[in-house]
Each structure stands twice: as structure tokens, then as C-alpha cells.
Nanobody, 121 residues
């Protein structure tokens, strides 16, 4: 069984910063793509940022220059540094990863439970 556990969410004023953490635990042999999605109230879940095993990064346009994603492959962890936060960044942030549990397994998609980020104006 593999789990993704997020932390670092909370309440912050506009212009402030937060850092989100996501760690994979359980039977983790290898992680391919890993990243963050968010879902605001009444809206669809969409991609915020993702990073491949080779280090290629993709950002949602609205967070470019403000958010930075990084990963520590040795610790099976991904981080999201969020600066210059805006009220429209308010959402539940979900960690997502493609994980392989052993050499003979294929990759499967895993989601974290989500962490709430609230940005006040």
C-alpha cells in the first residue's frame, strides 16, 4: 500500500508565503511524475505544477514566477514553495504521483488526501 501525505497548508494573508510538503510512504520502488493539483470550491481540480523523474517542470500559467516545485527523490518527497500568494490561490491542494511499488509492477496513480490553503485579501 502506498500513501501520499501532504502538510504545510494553512491560512495566510495576500502577499505571504507557504511551503507545502508531500511524502510518499509504503511500498515505493520508484516515482515517475510527481506534482500538485488544486481544487477551489465549486471548481474542477487542475494542475498547479509537476516535476518528472528527470527534473522537467511544468507550471500552471497563473503561478509561474510565484510557485516553485522541487523534489527529493531519495526521500520520496515533493515540495511546493508558494510566494506572493493571492486570494485566488485559495483551494485544497492535492499531491499526485505515478508510483511503482516493485520492479515487476507498473506505475499507478496515487493521490494524497489534500491540504487546505486559504489566502485572505
Amino acid at each position: 500500500q502506498v500513501q501520499l501525505v501532504e502538510s504545510g497548508g494553512g491560512f495566510v494573508q495576500a502577499g505571504g508565503s507557504l511551503r507545502l510538503f508531500c511524502a510518499a510512504s509504503g511500498r515505493v520502488f520508484r516515482i515517475n511524475d510527481i506534482g500538485w493539483y488544486r481544487q477551489a470550491s465549486g471548481k474542477q481540480r487542475d494542475l498547479v505544477a509537476t516535476i518528472t523523474s528527470g527534473g522537467s517542470i511544468l507550471y500552471k500559467d497563473s503561478v509561474k514566477g510565484r510557485f516553485t516545485i522541487s523534489r527529493d527523490s531519495a526521500k520520496n518527497t515533493v515540495y511546493l514553495q508558494k510566494n506572493s500568494l493571492k486570494p485566488e490561490d485559495t483551494a485544497v491542494y492535492y499531491c499526485n504521483a505515478e508510483i511503482r511499488s516493485s520492479l515487476i509492477d507498473g506505475y499507478h496513480e496515487v493521490w494524497g488526501q489534500g491540504t487546505l490553503v486559504t489566502v485572505s485579501s
